[in-house]
């Protein structure tokens, strides 16, 4: 997680993860919280997590506009 954002990886916007947590569209998974833009990406994520998992790590490990967090 970066600064609060989070990659959704179904369609690749950056969510905000406390925002779409109140609004129920996140997914917890072992040590990683995952976020969604909507309840249709959460759920395609949800079918296939596998898939998309990937663009996830990528995203966190070259992700590096964002400053680091203090
Ligand atoms: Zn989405």
Not at 28 to 45: M, P, V, W
Not at 52 to 68: K, Q
């Amino acid at each position: 997680m970066r600064d609060g954002k989070m990659l959704d990886p179904v369609c690749g916007m950056i969510v905000d993860v406390a925002e779409q947590r109140e609004r129920g569209l996140t997914i917890e998974r072992s040590d990683r919280e995952y976020a969604f833009c909507g309840g249709g990406c959460l759920e395609t994520f949800a079918k296939d997590p596998k898939r998309y998992i990937p663009a996830v790590e990528r995203w966190l490990a070259t992700g590096a506009s964002d400053p680091p967090r203090m």
